[in-house]
């Protein structure tokens, strides 16, 4: 593991641990959000014919750099009739939320911030901080659109909550663990051994899962896409109704916590269903580093299976955004509530059933 | 000072500073806010004592469900409809002496009490204990409060049909 590596060079326990903990942020979660706000743009552009940014640097590769730099130097507006406490904090908790959860996931067999046992019911609390602190926002803005958008925003996550939780209950009951890391190691080797082609089960068991294993991650996937705001359900800031909901009010830096906390937030769910149902950090044949007697390299190609399948599905989400339209707020729960949530209780059933096979 | 020191402490403080200005507060929202921070504050403290799984569930139910909603219905009635409500102070001495008979019953059984100092073993993994400890031995307590729940579900949805 990194933190006892770093433990055994620098002699300290509070340093090593800060350094740990400030990884992902750094070799991470910002060189990502660089990297998709530009894909976005880009992906965007060209599933409507157009070029996307085109100028700064070669076909706008240095695009999002000058736009970071823009929102450094902008000034820190903070309008005169909102709840200063609530509004300068709001942000803060809400990247605070979603750069928790990366706390618990692993990129590969030896970077992984805490192995904690409950790594999977973790990831879903520390969610709850994402929903008060856009409470928080829409309340201290001050604006109607805010606040519209932070309601819209906090029922929908908390509905779309159960969705999730009943599928990663259902794979918690065939697994018989929550550790995000022994639910990795259980998927080892070949991609037949993903939960989603059954999982480590054989015979008769395997073949029964494989339908609710697929129904389940698609049901997982739009729960998800649902919790982190995105088109089809970006109800909450919804541009042509609500302005841009409750982050209306914000700008310069504080704007831009809002948005890294959001791609944050995009990858971190992916990261889930990758975890949960296409192996994690693992390779779908074998690996190189193993086969040519390089035991060093295995982690450096977990670490680029994960990311690979993790950037997969974030792109699977921009697709979904630039080719369907908006869900209206009634529709929205009633998917919920009506299809969603029965479904998912239907596979909890069946999978407890054939589990005892 | 250990690493564990420092974390103890500074779940400690946010815990009570927190609990402090959610009843001193006078805007209720802010109250409402700062209540978010006692509960997590008390998490921190679970996850100290090794009750993993009390924690989690504390930060699921307490701050994802709880007090989402409570601010849900505090942030509708205030200020949108511009009705300032204010948290006020009302029979001050029969408060002062129920707390102060709460503090000194309290403190008189700190004070009494002979602690068990032992060094705890390094905190394992507590759900499958629970889980096991609940489908045996509490199975029946873990039904019924499964059946309260129920009927507290049905009456709430009965209740919004009207």
């Known amino acids: ?357 | 000072m250990e690493i564990y020191d420092i974390i103890f402490y500074l779940f400690a403080a946010i815990t009570l500073l927190s609990a402090f200005f959610v009843v001193t507060s006078r805007n209720i929202v802010h109250a409402a806010f700062y209540l978010l921070f006692t509960f997590f504050g008390v998490t921190g403290i679970y996850v100290l004592l090794g009750a993993d799984f009390v924690a989690i569930v504390q930060l699921i139910v307490y701050v994802g469900g709880i007090l989402i909603l409570l601010i849900f219905g505090v942030m509708i009635t205030n200020k949108i409809t511009q009705v300032d409500i204010k948290t006020g102070t009302v029979h001050t001495l029969p408060a002062a002496i129920g707390v102060g008979l709460f503090t000194g019953i309290v403190g008189a059984v700190i004070l009494n009490t002979e602690w068990r100092i032992v060094d705890s073993p390094m905190p394992v993994a507590t759900l499958s204990t629970l889980g096991e400890m609940l489908l045996t031995e509490y199975v029946l307590i873990f039904e019924l409060l499964g059946i309260l729940l129920l009927v507290a579900l049905i009456g709430a949805a009965s209740m919004a049909r009207k």
């Open chain 1, 1 to 357: 593991m990194i933190y006892e590596w770093l433990y055994n060079i620098t002699g300290s326990s509070i340093l090593s641990m800060f350094v740990v903990s400030l990884l992902p942020l750094f070799v991470f979660i910002l060189p990502f959000a660089l990297l998709a706000v530009l894909a976005e743009r880009k992906v965007s552009a060209h599933m409507q014919d157009r070029l996307g940014p085109m100028r700064v640097g070669y076909h706008g590769i240095l695009q999002t750099v000058a736009d970071i730099i823009k929102l450094l130097q902008k000034e820190d507006l903070v309008p005169a009739a909102t709840d200063k406490k609530l509004f300068n904090f709001a942000p803060l908790l809400v990247f605070a939320g979603s750069y928790a959860v990366f706390a618990a996931i692993p990129f590969s067999s030896i970077f992984i911030g805490s192995q904690i046992q409950l790594g999977i019911i973790y990831i879903v609390a520390v969610t709850g901080l994402v929903v008060a602190g856009i409470l928080m926002a829409g309340w201290a803005s001050n604006n109607k659109y805010s606040l519209l958008g932070a309601m819209r925003s906090a029922a929908q996550i908390i509905s779309y909550e159960i969705p999730t939780l009943l599928i990663i209950l259902t794979i918690i009951m065939i697994t018989g663990t929550l550790s995000l890391y022994t639910l990795s190691e259980l998927q080892t080797s070949y991609f037949w051994n993903w939960m989603i082609l059954g999982g480590p089960a054989t015979g008769l068991q395997k073949i029964l899962y494989i339908p609710l294993m697929i129904i389940g991650c698609l049901v997982i996937y739009i729960s998800t896409l649902a919790e982190v705001n995105r088109t089809p359900f970006d109800i909450p800031e919804a541009e042509s109704e609500l302005v841009s909901g409750y982050h209306t009010e914000y700008s310069g830096m504080k704007f831009a916590m809002f948005f890294l906390a959001e791609y944050a937030n995009m990858f971190a769910v992916s990261a889930i269903v990758a975890i949960i149902f296409f192996g994690g950090y693992q390779s779908p044949f074998g690996y190189l580093g193993n086969a040519i007697g390089l035991h060093w390299l295995v982690p450096i190609e977990q670490f680029f299976w994960f990311t690979a399948k993790g950037l997969f599905f974030v792109f699977v989400q921009m697709w979904l955004r630039w080719t369907l339209p908006r869900f209206r707020v009634d529709q929205l729960m009633a998917f919920c509530w009506k299809y969603l949530i029965p479904i998912s209780f239907v596979i909890l059933l069946l999978a407890g059933l054939i589990s005892l096979i």
